[in-house]
C-alpha cells in the first residue's frame, strides 16, 4: 500500500532547515581545511593504476574533527620493514557547501574523474596540525537519511604517504611547505665559497733526529685481525733504545667481520715512521677495555724512508677523503718543447736534469688537436742525468704548446726504492685532520713533495636556489625540485628526484629564462635515502638481501 501523502517524512523547508544548521555549527565548532582535488594525468589502462597525479587546486572549506583524544589509526608502527606512520583523522563536511563552492569549479577539469563528491586519494590539509592527509574512504550515508536527505560527508583520513609521481603546487606556501616535509627529501650538502686545497710537508726521516745511520718504520703488517674489540686498541712499539732516535707510533683501523662478535682490526697506519732502529722493534697490541683480543702485527723497517708528514694547511669543504700522492724517490727530468709557426716540435729546453737513470727514459709528447704526434728520445750522461732529447718526429697540427713527460719509472733507475703510500683522515667539518702511512717508503735520496686532491671544484659557488624550481645535476642527468636551500651551510633540499645525484657532479638551476635561478653548485655530499623517512626506504633490509642472494647464479635446469 503506497505511502500516505499527506505526511511528507521531510518536507524541502524541513530539509533546508536542517541543511543550514548543520552549516552553521561547522563554522562554529569546526575547523578551517583546504581541499585539494587529485588530477590523474597518467593511468594504466589495464589494471587502473595511477601513475602519475598533480594537485594544483585549493579550496578552503570548514569540517569537524570527530577525534577528541588524538589521532586514530595504529600510530607509528615498528616492523622489521621499518617505521610506518599510520595517524588518521575522520572529518564531516558538509555536503552542499562542497557541491556549491567545490563542485562547479572542477566539474569541467577532464582529468578528475569525479567531482559532485569528494574523492578517495584527494588531499586535506589540516591547519590545526599542519600536516597533509589522504582521503581514504567517503562515508556519504551518516547520518542515515534523516528527514529523506543527507546533508554530509564524513572523510576518513591518514597521512599522506607522499610519491614520486605526485606533482603537488598549489600556489599556497604554507600547503606547499607541508606537503613538501611528508614527500620524498634527498639532502645535498653544496661545496662553498670557502673550499680550499689542503697541503702538507715531509721530510727523510734521517733528518729529524740527531743520528746519520739507522732504519725507520716503513709498514706493520698485521698477522691476527683479532676479535671482540668494541673500541680501537692502543698500538705500541718498542723504543729505538737510543736517547737520539726517534720511537715510531701507530693507530689502528677497524671493521666489522662476518660471523665474529664485535670488531676487528682492518689495518695498521703509522702515524710516526720514527728514526734510529737497528733491530726490528716490537709491536703490541692492548685493549683500552677488557673487550677484545687476539690482535698480531709486525713491524717491517725502511732504509731511507720518510719521517711524519707535517699539514701545513686544512683545506675546507672536503666531502670526500682526498687523495694523497707522495713524490717518487727520485726527481724526475723534466723538459718542454719548442713549436714552430707551422705547427711542429722543432726542439726540447731541459728544466731538470733529474738523477738516478740506469738507461734512456721514455719521453711522451701530447697529442695535437689534429695532426700527428711529436716523438722525441732523451739522452744520458754517465752520472744519470738527462742531457739532451733529440726530435725523431717533429708531429704536425701543434697550436699550442703541448706538455712533455719523461719517465721516472723504478724500472730504468739504478736504485731499489718504494714510493711512500699515505691516507688522509677527515674531521666532522670536512678538513683534513691527519695524514697516516700505509707505507713510509724506501731510498728517498731527496725530500719529496706531497699533492692532496682539493675538494670538488674549489670555489665553484653561484647564485641562490629558488624555492620549487627544478635544478639538474650536470653529470648524472638527474632532476629534482628545490623544497629549501639554505645558502650560509651551504644545503640543498630536493623532492621527487628522477635518479641519484652523484658527489663531485654540479647542480644547477634551470636558468633566469625559465623563471629559474642561475645558481651552480658541486655535491659534496648526497643522502641516499629518503631523509623524511629513513626506516620507510627499507635500504640497510634491501642491502642485507642482496647480500645473501647471489643474482649471478643461473637456472640449474636450463634458460629459455
Known amino acids: ?146 528527514l529523506n536527505n543527507l546533508y554530509v560527508y564524513t572523510l576518513t583520513c591518514e597521512v599522506m604517504d607522499a610519491e614520486l609521481d605526485q606533482n603537488i603546487d598549489t600556489g599556497i606556501e604554507t600547503v606547499d611547505t607541508a606537503v613538501d616535509e611528508f614527500g620524498f627529501i634527498v639532502t645535498l650538502g653544496m661545496v662553498g665559497l670557502a673550499a680550499s686545497t689542503g697541503s702538507a710537508t715531509v721530510q727523510r726521516a734521517t733528518s729529524v733526529s740527531g743520528l746519520t745511520t739507522g732504519f725507520s718504520v716503513g709498514s706493520i703488517d698485521l698477522i691476527n685481525d683479532g676479535t671482540g674489540y668494541t673500541a680501537a686498541p692502543q698500538i705500541g712499539i718498542s723504543t729505538t733504545g737510543n736517547p737520539l732516535g726517534v720511537d715510531a707510533t701507530a693507530v689502528a683501523i677497524m671493521t666489522s667481520r662476518d660471523g665474529q662478535t664485535g670488531q676487528s682490526i682492518d689495518k695498521i697506519l703509522v702515524t710516526n715512521p720514527g728514526f734510529g732502529y737497528t733491530e726490528t722493534p716490537v709491536v703490541t697490541i692492548r685493549s683500552v677495555n677488557v673487550l677484545g683480543s687476539g690482535g698480531i702485527a709486525t713491524a717491517i723497517l725502511a732504509n731511507d724512508g720518510l719521517s711524519v708528514i707535517t699539514i701545513v694547511d686544512s683545506g675546507d669543504e672536503y666531502g670526500e677523503v682526498p687523495n694523497v700522492v707522495v713524490n717518487p724517490t727520485t726527481i724526475g727530468a723534466a723538459a718542454t718543447a719548442t713549436v714552430s709557426a707551422g705547427g711542429t716540435i ?158 663531485g657532479e654540479a647542480v644547477v638551476g634551470i636558468g633566469t629564462t625559465q623563471n629559474g635561478s642561475d645558481a651552480k653548485y658541486i655535491v659534496k655530499t648526497a643522502s641516499t635515502q629518503d631523509d623524511t623517512d629513513a626506516f620507510n626506504e627499507n635500504t640497510p633490509f634491501e642491502t642485507e638481501a642482496d647480500a645473501i642472494l647471489d643474482f649471478s647464479e643461473g637456472n640449474p635446469f636450463g634458460e629459455f
Do not use: C, H
Open 346 to 503: 722543432t726542439g726540447f729546453t731541459i728544466t731538470n736534469t733529474g738523477g738516478k737513470y740506469a738507461s734512456a727514459p721514455p719521453v711522451t709528447i701530447a697529442d695535437p688537436t689534429t695532426g700527428t704526434t711529436a716523438t722525441g728520445i732523451a739522452s744520458i750522461s754517465a752520472a744519470g742525468i738527462v742531457t739532451s732529447i733529440t726530435v725523431t718526429n717533429p708531429g704536425t697540427g701543434y697550436t699550442f704548446t703541448p706538455a712533455v713527460t719523461i719517465s721516472n719509472d723504478v724500472g730504468i733507475k739504478t736504485f731499489s726504492g718504494t714510493t711512500a703510500q699515505a691516507v688522509a683522515v677527515l674531521n666532522t667539518v670536512g678538513q683534513i685532520a691527519a695524514i697516516r702511512y700505509t707505507n713510509t717508503g724506501a731510498g728517498y735520496t731527496v725530500t719529496p713533495t706531497i699533492a692532496i686532491d682539493p675538494p670538488a671544484a674549489v670555489g665553484f659557488a653561484t647564485g641562490n636556489y629558488l624555492y620549487k624550481e627544478m635544478v639538474r645535476g650536470v653529470g648524472s642527468g638527474t632532476t629534482a625540485f628545490v623544497q629549501s636551500w639554505d645558502f650560509d651551510d651551504r644545503v640543498l633540499k630536493v623532492t621527487r628526484p628522477s635518479g641519484s645525484f652523484v658527489i
Open 1 to 146: 500500500m503506497p505511502l500516505n501523502p499527506y505526511f511528507l517524512q521531510g518536507s524541502q523547508s524541513e530539509q533546508r532547515l536542517v541543511q543550514d544548521l548543520i552549516n552553521e555549527q561547522l563554522r562554529m565548532y569546526g575547523q578551517d581545511i583546504v581541499y585539494l582535488p587529485r588530477k590523474i594525468v597518467n593511468k594504466k589502462s589495464i589494471i587502473k593504476e595511477i601513475v602519475a597525479s598533480t594537485f594544483d587546486d585549493a579550496y578552503r572549506l570548514e569540517a569537524y574533527l570527530l577525534n577528541y583524544q588524538g589521532f586514530e589509526g595504529n600510530g607509528d608502527v615498528l616492523s622489521k620493514f621499518g617505521v610506518t606512520t599510520t595517524d588518521a583523522v575522520n572529518l564531516v563536511v558538509s555536503k552542499e557547501k562542497y557541491e556549491d563552492f567545490i563542485t562547479p569549479f572542477i566539474a569541467s577539469d577532464s582529468q578528475i574523474e569525479l567531482s559532485t563528491r569528494p574523492q578517495e586519494g584527494d588531499l586535506v590539509y589540516l591547519p590545526l596540525d599542519n600536516t597533509m592527509f589522504e582521503i581514504k574512504y567517503v562515508e556519504a550515508r551518516k547520518p542515515f537519511y534523516q
